[in-house]
């Protein structure tokens, strides 16, 4: 009974080779062809149609659970060529569209199931997969669900044998019928589409009532499968199916198309035991040709010029050559068979078209010599992988092969490989080589313009960006960049003004993305330059670290990385990066500086010393930073940052109650004028009428007209803050006096007047300018010692020198502490005393006091000396000595090597230099006999070096390698930590309030600008790492493309 029905042609020609057992009937199309191929399976007839479906959408109503988990997703999933490990995404195809939709808004598979079933009891309604997983549940049996040769990616899915949900595919039964997923109407003929079906045809089993195999019959689909397959794998598709539908079988079954290589295994005729195999036809191969192109399908592309030459000669067999006939069975003749043969016509019409004499058939010598890794070529085509020998529809597949994407970069490439050989004068590589270095030479020079602006923005620390600066934006300010551009125009810059007029506008490279791009560009060639020279010096790869922490305007940790190496014997410090810390344990700090040297190319272990400040997450013994960084780097010394021990020798030493009194005072002076504008204006009077009566007296003139606030951080900056208050004292009393005074014209409220009151008083008292004198004084001699420790040359042998003499000057002043209180203090003390009217005596006195001085004394003079001057210079001189050990015990090391020292090198000192170097000496067993020689060199030399820089200049590294290398780990060694502060400083600068979002890589980038202006910017090698970052079309524009 399912014989007589009417064979459905164009899905008989989609059933793929190891489905050739079925034959395809024609099943109606009205959106439940699904239900219509069971039906006619089991009555004939479609009445059965509608009961299948509502069946089926109980089935998936019902057991939801077990359909949104099926076992068939996990089979899929371990297949290869399936397109996707997602189950999700294998779980959305199985759904129809309302259901995909329903699965994507939910992401419940089971909801997706339910509507599913509920879209089911819809007339008309389309199937999916997932329904043909509910049928073969609901009829208890197996089914082939058949994919034609179509979209590798999903067919491991919908091409499979389907088994109940309750059975295992361990299931002796063999599928009692076929589904396939076929079109209702033509195919698509464009080139390049997806195969997309809208129709199930029904497939039964192709045997007669004897279960003999109908050979005719299969190899009538084979014939025509093989004619489409190669239109689903190329990406073309045949403009009317019905002429390969229609043609003669008998003819078909004869072409050389389809005949198997007896080298290759055969495909299965079915899963069915009951079905017989395909018979192999054998290849002809009586002749023998060294060129013919049947010998190189493998390895043509790789084959070397001169022989695609002579392949390329040969395709056109020689004049007089026979070409075989091949007969074919033809009822219409009197005898049964008709002839047909290759016609050399065909060759010399079609240049790409190559005669095999050992296959007798035809090739496309292009694609086979030529043949590019094109998505669209599956290894399956006709004239590249078999010949074509069906003469009688061979122009139709030609002209279908031609469509074909893969064809036409072949023929492209035979095309230049045959101009190229004829005439090399006219290589079209050549050409483009040209045309192409003219344009990258273009887009070159408008990247360096656009470089330029943005360079300029950096070093000058100037915003970039305006309000908005993209092409839909109205405001009138788009940012310093873009006015740079605009300005660079204007003077005359023509390449830059073609390309912003005439170029491509999604290629301008003046957006905000290209910007942090080349920013980040010429922050990588920054970092790489600093790298570089640290790994060119002369005999080593050493350096040292410094960091230190700051907290942005964004409200986020910056760890600012800086390195210490020696650039022409001198020491250089630059900063190498800013990190982003979530963290600011010494742990996380300690990776984030690891992570830093690591990423720019750096070794860790080849770090010598580590200076950071006194916090105990850096400094810490057990797990600061410092102590961590030594499992990375195990002879990174820690060296605590002279200026912070300065700073904190200092603010120890203002212990005294006097002192912090004055200091207060001092700055509630400050924020007194600092927060109103009417008692700044007033004081700027004060100032104005005093440096008046001073010029008439012939007297220095008050510089500034503002009290400054004390630093919190920098003492240096407090002893400054002091002089200036000095300078404007006079000007200070005269603006409290006014404002005290009810008689003055300004009307001030009594808040004011009662702190005025106040802070005259307190800036009067003979305690108050006592320690403003002797602070005064003795800061004097720290200010240079603190500017000295702030630069980024200073070696610590001249920091411990300059500190010595200070130390020691400190003392010589305590020796003679009378005379220098009576000749520098009581002066000063008695200066501004004038102004207030104070007279110097002794507070009141008694047996016990502990909130002021209390010692005897029989003048005002001696109190004073006794109660703050001698106390102030005894802790100035123990907290400088204390503090600075630990830099003293390292510089002696490197002090005695001087030629001026070495008279006192005794063997205590060599034998700790030998135990602290030793790792390092190239030469540690003939150091002794090296010193020996060292002392020698000097012996009479008058004009000796005096410090490590100039002493390593003079020192020959081969002489004294051992001598040199610990000069050079002495210089390594940072003073201080004051190059990321002022690092700190830049990032304040560059991310202000107005530019708080500001990304990690730009901030970098432009501080690395900002900070480095010695470092002159290569142009070429920033555009370099441009391209090499990401393919750009503006560079690297092909114009024959």
């Known amino acids: 009974m399912l014989q007589r029905l009417k064979e459905d042609t164009l899905a008989n020609a989609l059933i793929p080779d190891d489905n050739l057992c079925y034959e395809a009937k024609k099943v109606p199309g009205d959106g439940n062809c699904l239900y219509n191929c069971v039906s006619i399976f089991i009555t ?26 099926h076992p068939i997703l996990d089979d899929v999933l371990a297949c290869k060529k399936i397109f996707t490990d997602h189950s999700d995404t294998l779980f959305s195809l199985i759904l129809s569209d309302d259901g995909g939709a329903n699965f994507d808004r939910t992401r419940n598979r089971e909801d997706a199931i339910i509507c599913e079933s509920v879209k089911t009891c819809e007339d008309n309604s389309w199937s999916s997969m997932v329904h043909l997983l509910g049928l073969c549940s609901v009829l208890d049996v197996c089914f082939e669900s058949v994919y034609p040769n179509a979209n590798e990616g999903l067919r491991p899915l919908f091409n499979r044998t389907i088994y109940p949900l309750d059975r295992t595919t361990n299931d002796e039964k063999q599928p009692e019928f076929g589904i396939i997923w076929s079109r209702d109407g033509n195919l698509n003929t464009q080139p390049g589409f997806s195969y997309e079906p809208n129709h199930f045809a029904l497939l039964v089993p192709n045997y007669d009532e004897g279960n003999s195999y109908e050979f005719e019959k299969v190899e009538d689909k084979m014939s025509q499968q093989s004619m489409l397959s190669s239109f689903f794998t190329e990406g073309t598709r045949r403009k009317k199916l019905s002429s390969v539908s229609t043609a003669d ?23 069915h035991k009951k079905f017989k195999s395909i018979p192999s036809l054998s290849r002809k191969n009586d ?33 007089g050559h026979n070409f075989p006939a091949t007969t074919y069975r033809d009822k219409r003749r009197k005898s049964g068979v008709s002839s047909r043969r290759c016609k050399r016509e065909w060759l010399e019409k079609y240049e790409h078209l190559s005669y095999s004499r050992i296959q007798d058939g035809l090739y496309c010598i292009a694609c086979i010599l030529f043949l590019s890794d094109i998505k669209y070529y599956k290894g399956e085509s006709i004239f590249v992988k078999a010949p074509c020998k069906d003469w009688k529809h061979l122009l139709e597949y030609w002209q279908l092969h031609e469509k074909c994407q893969y064809h036409q970069v072949s023929k492209d490439k035979f095309g230049r490989f045959v101009l190229r050989y004829n005439d090399p004068s006219l290589r079209i590589d050549a050409k483009i080589t040209e045309q192409a270095g003219v344009n990258f030479e273009k887009n070159v020079a408008t990247l360096n313009s656009i470089i330029k602006c943005l360079e300029f923005c950096g070093r000058q620390g100037i915003p970039i960006r305006g309000h908005r600066d993209d092409s839909t934006s109205c405001s009138l300010n788009k940012g310093n960049f873009n006015a740079l551009l605009d300005m660079r125009i204007d003077a005359g810059d023509e390449i830059l003004k073609r390309h912003l007029l005439e170029g491509p506008k999604n290629a301008s490279y003046i957006s905000k993305t290209t910007q942090n791009d080349l920013l980040e560009c010429i922050g990588s060639f920054i970092q790489s330059h ?16 410094e960091a230190d922490e700051i907290r942005d305007i964004s409200n986020l940790e910056q760890l600012g990385i800086a390195v210490r190496y020696i650039k022409n014997n001198c020491a250089v410090e630059r900063i190498l990066q800013y990190v982003d810390c979530e963290s600011t344990t010494g742990e996380h700090i300690c990776n984030a500086i690891v992570k830093c040297l690591q990423d720019c190319g750096l070794e860790v272990k080849m770090c010598r010393a580590q200076t950071y400040d006194g916090a105990g997450n850096m400094s810490g013994r057990l797990k600061g930073c410092r102590t961590l960084f030594l499992n990375f780097a195990p002879r990174a010394h820690y060296f605590h940052c002279a200026s912070h021990i300065l700073n904190l020798a200092l603010s120890q030493s203002c212990a005294q109650v006097e002192v912090q009194c004055m200091m207060s005072t001092v700055k509630e002076v400050a924020l007194f004028f600092k927060y109103s504008p009417k008692r700044q204006r007033l004081l700027e009077s004060c100032v104005q009428s005093v440096n008046h009566d001073r010029t008439a007296s012939e007297k220095p003139k008050i ?14 900056e407090r002893h400054t803050s002091l002089e200036e208050f000095e300078d404007t004292y006079e000007a200070v009393v005269e603006c409290m006096t006014r404002i005290c005074d009810p008689q003055s014209k300004g009307s001030w409220d009594p808040k004011t007047i009662s702190e005025a009151r106040g ?5 009067a008292t003979p305690g108050f300018l006592c320690a403003f004198a002797s602070n005064r004084y003795l800061f004097g001699f720290t200010k240079s ?48 005393a004038v102004h207030t009217d104070t007279i110097i005596s002794i507070p009141r006195r008694c047996k016990r006091q502990t909130l002021r001085g209390n010692v005897e004394a029989s003048s005002p003079e001696e109190y004073w000396r006794r109660t703050i001057f001698i106390p102030l210079i005894d802790h100035l001189v123990a907290e400088l000595t204390d503090r600075f050990q630990n830099l003293s015990k390292c510089a002696v090391r490197g002090l005695c090597l001087l030629p001026r020292s070495l008279p006192s090198l005794n063997d205590q000192i060599v034998a ?7 790792d390092d000496m190239p030469a540690q067993t003939n150091f002794d006999q090296e010193l020996k020689l060292w002392k020698r060199k000097w012996l009479n030399i008058e004009e000796a070096p005096t410090t490590l820089s100039t002493l390593i200049q003079a020192t020959n590294a081969k002489m004294f390698p051992n001598i040199h290398r610990i000069i050079t780990l002495l210089l390594l060694i940072p003073v201080s930590s004051a190059t990321v502060e002022r690092g700190n400083s830049a990032i304040k600068r560059i991310k202000s309030s107005q530019r708080s979002t500001m990304g990690q890589d730009r901030l970098n980038a432009l501080t690395l600008l900002q900070i480095h202006r010695d470092i002159p910017l290569d142009y070429k090698k920033i555009v370099d790492i441009f391209i090499n970052k990401n393919p750009r079309r503006m560079v690297s524009n092909n114009p024959f493309k």
């Open 44 to 69: 004939g007839d479609t009445s059965l149609s509608w009961k299948i479906r509502i069946i089926v959408a109980a089935e998936l109503f019902i057991r939801a659970s077990d359909y949104a988990d």
């Open 703 to 716: 510089a500034s007209q503002k009290v400054k606030l004390l630093c919190e951080t920098r003492w240096v």
């Open 249 to 271: 079988k008998s003819e078909i079954a004869s072409t050389g198309t389809l005949e198997p290589d007896s080298n290759e295994p055969q495909p299965s005729v079915g899963h």
């Open 530 to 545: 600093i790298v570089s020279e640290i790994k060119n010096q002369e005999g080593h790869n050493y350096f040292a670290i």
């Open 287 to 319: 002749l023998n040709c060294a060129f013919d192109i049947s010998n190189y399908i493998a390895e043509g592309p790789d084959l070397d010029d001169a022989t695609k030459i002579n392949i390329i000669q040969n395709r056109i067999p020689p004049a």
């Open 912 to 918: 700790d230099i030998k135990d602290f170097f030793s």
């Open 759 to 763: 802070l005259l008083t307190s800036i």
């Open 785 to 832: 010692l603190s500017l000295l420790l702030q630069g980024s040359y200073q070696d610590v042998v001249t920091a411990y020198e300059e500190i010595g003499l200070i130390v020691t000057e400190l003392k010589d002043i305590r020796e003679r502490a009378d005379d220098e209180f009576r000749s520098n203090i009581l002066p000063v003390i008695e200066k501004l």
